[in-house]
């Protein structure tokens, strides 16, 4: 922290808390209160029970985290992959070919995400590409909404790498392809990582345009808490929204210490 007195590391801790914990901190912990209650008492939830757990790790509730796990990692593969590859290409185009393909990578964030979701429906209720009604139209949704983050986390660092290295292997002899695979990527892998996590992270939290696509036997953790909160089931909602903030924090967490020892490398 810049601050090198006492009363103003004070003042600063204290802006933030007060910033921070209302803005923050004291939704989410509502929600956790409220995932372990049965009523509500005044202001803050009361009666306290687990039931609400153990109805949201089986039966349907368990169902739809792993279909929204399953997507995220999916969604956020396929993502990775033209992400990197357009980050890769863009740098090669020079810089009106580079800006061409951002704003085509863009576009889909720059709109909302429910239109996203209709742009999808349309597009691929007809032969010869019919996936409406089957799980790969939600994939390919969620693929087209996080691609754009991985694309801009991954451009951003192609252009902090320091040419020499490529350059280096070149005049040894070494062929395009092994730089890419040898040298490029594996600079890159820090990068890569963190931007996997955002994908799977956004991935695990869409909702707008999943509501338009999925079908009944492909229903993701945040379209079944919306319904349960919708019906008035407010605690089990709370519950289930419980278990999807702490399974991608733990995702978050592994991924971010994949890229913690490959920053080491």
């Known amino acids: ?42 202001a803050l939830p009361s009666g306290p029970t687990t039931e609400h757990y153990a109805a949201a790790v089986r039966g349907e509730s368990l169902q739809a985290l792993t279909t929204s796990l399953v997507t995220a990692v999916a969604a956020s593969l396929v993502a990775l992959t033209a992400g990197t ?18 704003a085509l990578f863009m576009l ?3 709109v909302p995400s429910v239109v996203v979701g209709l742009a999808v429906l349309v597009a691929f209720s007809q032969p010869p ?8 139209i939600v994939i390919l949704a969620h693929t087209v909404l996080v691609t754009a983050f ?11 790498l320091d040419p020499m290295y490529e350059q ?5 002899g070494a062929r395009p392809s092994y ?15 963190a931007a996997a996590g955002l994908c799977f992270a956004l991935s695990t939290g869409e909702l707008s345009a999943t509501m338009m696509l999925y079908p009944p036997d492909w229903m993701p953790l945040p379209v079944l808490v919306f319904t349960a909160t919708d019906r008035g089931s407010l605690f089990t909602g709370s519950a289930l929204a419980v278990v999807l903030m702490a399974t991608t924090l733990l995702v978050l967490l592994a991924v971010s210490r994949i890229r913690t020892k490959a920053s080491y490398r």
């Open 1 to 42: 922290m810049l601050v090198h007195s006492r009363t103003g590391r004070w003042t600063a801790w204290v802006t933030f808390a007060v910033l921070f914990v209302p803005l923050f901190a004291l939704p989410l912990l509502v929600i956790v209160a409220a995932s372990l209650s049965t009523h509500w008492s005044g």
């Open 129 to 136: 590409l019919l996936l409406n009604g089957t799980r790969w």
């Open 179 to 193: 730089v890419l695979l040898r040298v490029r990527l594996p600079l890159l892998l820090p990068s890569l990582n």
């Open 108 to 110: 889909p964030v720059a």
């Open 150 to 160: 991985a694309h801009q986390s991954v451009s951003a660092a192609v252009q902090r």
């Open 168 to 172: 280096a292997a070149a005049s040894l």
């Open 85 to 102: 590859w357009a980050a890769l290409a863009g740098a090669a185009l020079g810089r009106k070919g580079k800006r061409v393909l951002d």
